[in-house]
């Protein structure tokens, strides 16, 4: 569930699926300029595509999310660096393997008969 009020940005690019939270919440104040301690989601996705990895600070402590696709990759947009606003409908649908930009899915699921 997301936060009411939170706003999620996504990462550009590839990121380093090795760092943790206090990795990924020095990126986004080093690379990105912002603070990952407002509230705000921060996504991350792996060079493969298959696994993001999400941060948010709720007021109290930091929380680090994971999400790996078994078939399909995540939907990412095409720039290098920088950061994309998304709703948090967009990040349901980047999180199912939806392609959030026009909600269809990245594979289909084979029919078990």
Not at 3 to 30: C, E, F, K, N
Not at 60 to 84: C, T
Not at 91 to 109: E, F, K, V
Request: proline share 4%.
């Amino acid at each position: 569930m997301i936060p009411s009020g939170a706003r999620v940005w996504i990462a550009m690019g590839h990121t380093d699926m090795r760092r943790g939270m206090q990795g990924l919440a020095a990126m986004v104040q080093q690379h990105f300029t912002k603070d990952p301690f407002a509230g705000d989601l921060w996504v991350f996705r792996g060079r493969s595509g298959t696994l993001v990895k999400i941060i948010w600070h709720d007021g109290i402590g930091m929380s680090l999310y994971s999400r790996r696709l078994e078939k399909g990759r995540f939907i990412w947009p095409s720039a290098k660096d920088g950061v994309v606003s998304l709703t948090s409908s967009q990040l349901a649908c980047l999180l199912d393997g939806i392609d959030w930009r026009n909600p269809q899915y990245s594979w289909r699921p084979q029919s078990a008969g």
